[in-house]
């Protein structure tokens, strides 16, 4: 396992659990105590935990894992996830796509669908993620759409009232969006709330709303609400989801997809 895969692994133990000692750690990952503690050292120095005796803790202030830290757990459900969502977005479309794995994984979907391989364009997409424009921006038959806005450094994405003025200037055929919880009582949520702002304007100016979620995030509650489930026209997941959870979204009005 490579030093940026096993950060990786530990960071998000770490969010999942808390606390970590050197022994439990080492035994997860199957790699030796003394390179834990050397990883545990370094991250501290980055801030990305709390370093204690014989173990670490999450950092005060990092409630959310940065995307760039984020593994490939899920990996497999967020790709076929991805290709189901990049398939019913039809070619000439406006689609928005916030920031996230899942959503990236939709960009890549639809940069590699055939029938979108030309056109003028051949799809517009509107992202307030730098790292999707950064993808995309190499297909010259997509127009790309970047808002303005404050890169917020846990998931690329820009926020803030400058990001406000561009969405407000125009319409989109369909929002895809990566949430960090869905649930049919409390809806679609983010973690930070000028993020769940951005996406909620962004649903706001398309004619239809797509949550792309593996099962992990469904039943889920975060700090910011972005929309109601019922703003919400389909769910996409994949079909390690409660059957009874998926229901209680189609009861609610929704079009549920699970791959």
């Not at 895969?5 to 050197?22: Q, S, T």
């Not at 990001?163 to 949430?179: C, F, H, P, R, W």
């Not at 469904?218 to 700090?223: S, Y």
């Amino acid at each position: 396992m490579s030093r940026d895969a096993r950060w990786k692994a530990l960071l998000e133990l770490l969010v999942e659990r808390g606390r970590l000692d050197v022994e439990e750690a080492a035994g997860e990952l199957e790699v030796s105590a003394a390179t834990i503690r050397r990883d545990f050292d370094q991250l501290a120095e980055q801030q990305m935990l709390v370093r204690t005796r014989g173990g670490a803790v999450v950092h005060g202030v990092s409630y959310e894992l940065p995307l760039r830290y984020k593994t490939a757990r899920h990996a497999s459900e967020k790709q076929r996830i991805a290709k189901a969502v990049a398939d019913i977005i039809a070619p000439g479309e406006a689609v928005g796509l916030t920031g996230g794995t899942t959503t990236t994984e939709v960009a890549r979907a639809l940069a590699v669908r055939s029938d979108l391989a030309t056109g003028s364009p051949a799809l517009t997409v509107v992202t307030n993620a730098l790292n999707i424009a950064n993808e995309l921006a190499v297909r010259p038959q997509f127009k790309i759409v970047v808002t303005g806005g404050v890169a917020r450094p846990q998931s690329y994405e820009l926020i803030g009232p400058l990001a406000d003025g561009v969405l407000s200037q125009i319409t989109i055929d369909v929002a895809v969006l990566g949430v960090v919880g869905f649930d049919v009582t409390h809806g679609a949520a983010a973690h930070d709330e000028a993020e769940a702002a951005i996406n909620r304007l962004l649903c706001e100016r398309a004619e239809r709303v797509v949550v792309a979620a593996d099962s992990s995030k469904l039943g889920q509650r975060a700090f910011a609400r972005i929309c109601a489930a019922e703003a919400v026209n389909t769910l996409v997941t994949d079909t390690a989801a409660d059957p009874e959870t998926l229901r209680r979204f189609e009861e609610a009005g929704l079009r549920v997809v699970a791959v």
